[in-house]
């Protein structure tokens, strides 16, 4: 049981190269999340999927696109990178409801320059 | 939307210490608190939740406190140890496929052997 996975690790990105970001948790969860960490200000949510088929946009959604691609993928591209992107990238899962425990995945580090 | 206020953005503390985290929510209808732990260079990951149901939550050294009425919820770290140097998030939610979790800006716990 993996959990949540996120590939890749880390990428580095020129400013207007375009890339994937991919998530995939194995816990049979119905809503998933991406967020972004910078320094100083939290978990800032991005995108978020309440169940297959549905997304939402989230407090910082400009620059991002996502994808539920099925049950247990989450995606999330930046179509055009640019340096206020560089951040570290979160994607979790919850089983169901809002209120239940989120799972992170282990991260992925991109740096735009 | 729910706003959520945490306090200290930084703590040092001595080994053996208490340290205590505080966090206040806005929407009243908030019903689920949970604090993650993340150690440096890690994914967040859920120490302790409480539901507004109850008052008070203790897992072994840890414990959460709720004041429904001041909208208000403290982490509660007894004889702390180096291990626990992390930053610490709170985070606030209610039922519903709609909302979604909003997350303290964290605080950095360090202890000093």
């Known amino acids: 049981n993996a959990g949540v996975t996120q590939t890749p690790k880390f990428q580095v990105l020129k400013t207007g190269q375009s890339m994937t970001l991919q998530c995939a948790q194995d816990?049979?969860?119905?809503?998933m999340y991406w967020y972004r960490q910078d320094p100083g200000m939290g978990l800032r949510l991005i995108y978020y999927?309440?169940?297959?088929?549905?997304?939402d946009k989230g407090e910082v959604p400009n620059g991002y696109n996502v994808s539920r691609l099925n049950k247990r993928e989450f995606s999330l591209r930046l179509e055009s990178a640019a340096p206020s992107q560089t951040s570290v990238y979160f994607c979790?899962?919850?089983?169901?409801?809002?209120?239940?425990?989120?799972?992170f995945g282990p991260g992925t580090r991109l740096t735009v320059l | 939307g729910e706003n959520v206020e945490q306090h200290p953005s930084t703590l040092s503390v001595q080994e053996g210490d208490s340290a205590v985290i505080k966090c206040t929510y806005s929407?009243?209808?908030?019903?689920?608190f949970p604090w993650y732990k993340q150690e440096l260079g890690k994914r967040p990951q859920l120490i302790i939740d409480?539901?507004?149901?109850?008052g008070e939550k203790k897992d072994q050294r840890i414990a959460v406190t709720l004041n429904k009425t001041a909208k208000h919820f403290s982490l509660h770290i007894t004889e702390t140890q180096p291990e626990d140097s992390a930053v610490y998030f709170c985070?606030?939610?209610?039922?519903?496929?709609?909302?979604?979790?909003?997350f303290g800006r964290g605080t950095s716990l360090i202890v000093h052997p």
């Open positions: 979790a899962s919850t089983k169901a409801a809002s209120t239940d425990t989120q799972y």
């Open positions: 816990m049979n969860h119905n809503s």
């Open positions: 999927s309440a169940s297959e088929g549905t997304t």
């Open positions: 929407d009243s209808a908030s019903n689920y």
């Open positions: 409480i539901r507004s149901n109850v």
């Open positions: 985070a606030a939610s209610r039922q519903g496929g709609s909302y979604i979790p909003t």
